[in-house]
């Protein structure tokens, strides 16, 4: 099975039903359609909770990557048009991307995976993105559910 069929909004699902969204990830991580090893193993260091997947409204998401001088992670131009513009074009064929993948820090949602099919739901104008978010700490994950407006 190819990466676009394991990979999904659905089998993210399961996995979470299954208890085992922290191996999905890891392994989407280290997939061709995400090719983020370094994440997937910082990730695997260290204990997380999990929530998810969950629609977050795209506002309350914080891009780190992308082709702007101030961004964490900064992407040439053209490589990012390109790669956003290709997801754009998937999203109009009916394509549905797998969950963003967000980390809780200092009340924000700071977006370690899926900044290309962030930006390319943005420009098609979602309103929401369906996320994966990971906490340092159990308190914060209780936190988050207590104030966050989502949907799942």
Known sequence: MDDARR?????ARAAAADGELARWVG??????GSSNEVL???????RHWWLGPVEVPVDDL????GPE??????????????DVDGMEESLDDGWQPP???????DGRLLLQDGNHRFEALLRAG????WTLVY??????LDEFRETAALRS
């Open 7 to 11: 990979f999904t909004l659905g089998s």
């Open 27 to 32: 392994d989407f991580l280290a997939s061709a």
């Open 40 to 46: 997937a193993a910082a990730l695997a260091q260290d």
């Open 62 to 65: 914080v891009r780190l990557a």
């Open 69 to 82: 001088d101030e961004t964490l992670c900064l992407i040439e131009p053209e490589e990012w048009e390109d």
């Open 99 to 105: 969950p963003l993948l967000a980390e809780y820090q």
């Open 126 to 129: 979602a309103s929401h993105a």
């Open 135 to 140: 906490f340092d700490d159990p308190r914060a």
